[in-house]
């Protein structure tokens, strides 16, 4: 049995992509079978690990049914980690399918053929709570939301956690949350290490005891369409994504049973 875990928050800029691309890689470079989702227009997770997709054959043909997930599934440079890529097109998805049958299940319908096929599914998000959002946490197992040791940190998550509520509630009774990662610390900052204090008071254990410290590679790595660990093997960043997913790993011994097979996927 695979595990989806859905990267979200709808703040913007607190580190989904790089926790959706750095957690999948480092799952894979552990010969775990990983698939990553971009559910996000942007498709920065795509170009992330550096995955064209094929004309037509992309995240949002997948939802509006003009093609199987199987088909629109694409490998990358690390053996045991694929892709679905999304594109700017996306866009068009929350509007065209606002009149959709089960419009909130899409995601989980399209993924339901190819999941077993992964020991891992990591579903990448865009900053909303909209529909694509949604069809995330529809399909998913648990939630990952990571959180910027920044002002405002907690802003939004009582409405994140409604959201998630309203999704256990009506969608996917099942939906548990996998943990609460801190990203972007500077130990130099009293501040950052005051959201580390107030964010563990609030969340207890459901904050991941990695912490994800700010570091350049992390943020340079994308551009060379690199997963952090193919970038720079001993910074810092490609250290916390390993220890994240010997938690995620850990955390989910269940999972953890199937023997890795060879993915060429
Ligand atoms: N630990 C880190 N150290 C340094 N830079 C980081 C770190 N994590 C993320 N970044 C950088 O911060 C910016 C925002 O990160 P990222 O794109 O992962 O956030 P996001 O939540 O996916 O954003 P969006 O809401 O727009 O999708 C990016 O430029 C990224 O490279
Ligand atoms: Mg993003």
Partial sequence: MSKIIVIANQKGGVGK?????????????????????????????????????????????????????????????????????????????????????HREHLLRAALQPVRDRFDFVVIDCPPSLGLLTLNALSAADSVLIPVQCEYFALEGLGQLFNTINMVKKNLNPNLDIEGVLLTMFDSRLRLSNQIVEEVRRYFGDKVFGTIVTRNIRLSEAPSF?????????????????????????????????????????
């Fill in 17 to 101: 992509t790089t926790t959706a691309i750095n957690l999948a890689a480092s799952l894979a470079s552990a010969e775990k079978r990983v698939l990553l989702v971009d559910n996000d227009p942007q498709a920065n997770a795509t170009s992330g690990v550096g995955a064209t997709a094929p004309d037509g054959k992309t995240i949002y043909e997948v939802l509006v049914g003009a093609s199987d997930a199987a088909s629109a599934i694409i490998p990358t440079q690390m053996p045991f980690l694929s892709v679905l890529p999304s594109h700017i097109d996306l866009v068009g998805a929350e509007v065209e399918l606002i009149e959709a049958e």
């Fill in 225 to 265: 369409g690199k997963p952090i660990l193919l970038y720079d093997a001993v910074c810092s960043g490609t250290r916390n994504y390993m220890d994240l997913a010997q938690e995620v790993m850990k955390n989910n011994r269940l999972y953890d049973a199937l023997p890795a097979r060879s993915a060429g996927m």
